[in-house]
């Protein structure tokens, strides 16, 4: 398919040599080939779905002015494809989003999205559709952006209600990093937990940031709401918060995302249109080099199927007379959980029974207690 339909060109940026900007295809006046790409990247000028809807366009040149002449050496092709514009309504930016992000994962490339309110990230999941497996989503947010009374429209605070009810559904598990506990109530809770999703507050996180690791890492699918991120150190969301996440914890995040063999999508959200200070874009550019950094350093350890290079460590369980098997990559010390399900099960699940973890999830069932992660991964493959 002929994606240039969906795209306008942006301006020329000045670049310097040995930058993310040398290793980068951009729509200026001919259409990139993208599909010799290893990252697609684009901008979507679409706030429809925001509660607070405002029709400026996006500050994108500047944002690209900074990550372009970021320093950069090694053989990764990127491809900007340049502005997707929004459609006559909604629902045609969500076609386009839909059919772009298809033809992107059909050829297995990274795609990083920029831009537009949040709801976007419905158009993004519909893309997975005609690939007919199930996927993982993982939000950077800090509410659940799930309405429990019903609402029609589709927008930035309750996309999360129209993805589950989505047909065909093809959400295997859905997480929240960095919730906070007065934007989140009790229902809310009580919802993800009958689902058997994750979430870990804002609160968990600080000063401990590598427990995002694992979620990330059995990602397929990441929406990061900007809004997340603390007034202090950025100021270019649209919903501005006193309590967030430093610039520094986002940035690591954006690695271990990038990191993840499994993260095929990664989407910036709920960026405010207008004119950024150039202290915001600089922010924004650094969570796109970031991504881009830890793709460079995949280590494509993930174990889809094949166990054969991973070290297999056995724990009995006294309780259930079983054992509960761990897998760790030589390459790259990461630790994987085993969950078995019933035989009979669709094979389309397999990559979903091997579970990311942390050592100190085996030293927990050392000492003869199952983790959180194995009882919730094992209600839903059986």
């Avoid at 969906?6 to 000045?14: G, N, S």
């Avoid at 990550?67 to 514009?85: A, S, V």
């Avoid at 298809?102 to 990230?121: A, M, N, P, Y």
């Avoid at 100190?360 to 069932?365: F, H, K, L, Q, S």
Wanted: some cysteine; charged content about 25%.
């Amino acid at each position: 398919m002929d994606l240039s339909i969906y795209f306008k060109p942006i301006e020329k940026i000045e670049i310097k040599n040995k930058s993310i900007g040398s290793i980068t295809s951009a729509f200026n006046s001919s259409f990139p080939d993208w599909e010799s790409s290893d990252i697609v990247f684009f901008t979507v000028h679409e706030n429809r779905g925001a509660s607070v809807y405002d029709d400026n366009d996006l500050d994108h040149i500047s944002i690209r002015q900074k990550l372009y002449n970021f320093k950069w050496e090694g053989d990764l092709k990127i491809t900007d494809l340049g502005i997707l514009q929004s459609g006559s309504k909604i629902k045609d930016t969500y076609s386009a989003l839909a059919e772009i992000t298809f033809e992107v994962q059909k050829k297995g490339k990274l795609l990083l999205i920029l831009g537009g309110s949040q709801d976007l990230t419905f158009a993004n999941y519909a893309g997975y559709e005609k690939l007919e497996q199930p996927i993982n989503l993982s939000c950077i947010d800090h509410s659940f952006d799930v309405a429990l009374e019903k609402e029609e429209q589709i927008s930035s605070s309750n996309f999360i209600n129209h993805l589950l009810l989505h047909k065909p559904n093809l959400l295997f598990n859905f997480s929240i990093l960095g919730c906070q506990q007065y934007y989140v109530g009790k229902e809310d809770i009580r919802f993800f937990d009958e689902l058997y999703f994750d979430y870990l507050r804002l609160g968990e996180l600080q000063n401990a940031i590598a427990k995002s690791e694992p979620i990330l890492r059995n990602t397929d699918l990441l929406s990061v709401d900007l809004s997340s991120i603390r007034f202090s150190d950025f100021n270019g969301s649209k919903f501005s918060s006193t309590n967030g996440f430093f610039g520094n914890e986002m940035c690591q995040m954006m690695k271990y995302a990038g990191i993840s063999d499994k993260i095929s999508s990664i989407g910036l959200y709920n960026l405010k249109s207008g004119n950024l200070r150039l202290v915001d874009s600089e922010l924004i550019g650094q969570l796109l080099f970031f991504a881009i950094l830890g793709y460079s350093l995949r280590k494509k350890d993930y174990p889809f199927g094949n166990k054969k290079e991973l070290i297999k460590y056995s724990v009995f369980h006294e309780d259930t007379k079983h054992d509960l098997v761990f897998h760790k990559s030589a390459k790259s010390e990461r630790w994987w959980l085993e969950v078995p399900y019933p035989p009979t099960k669709d094979f389309k699940f397999e990559r979903h029974h091997l579970i990311p973890c942390n050592y100190e999830d085996y030293e927990i069932a050392q000492n003869g207690v199952i983790p959180d992660l194995w009882w919730k991964t094992y209600r839903k493959l059986n």
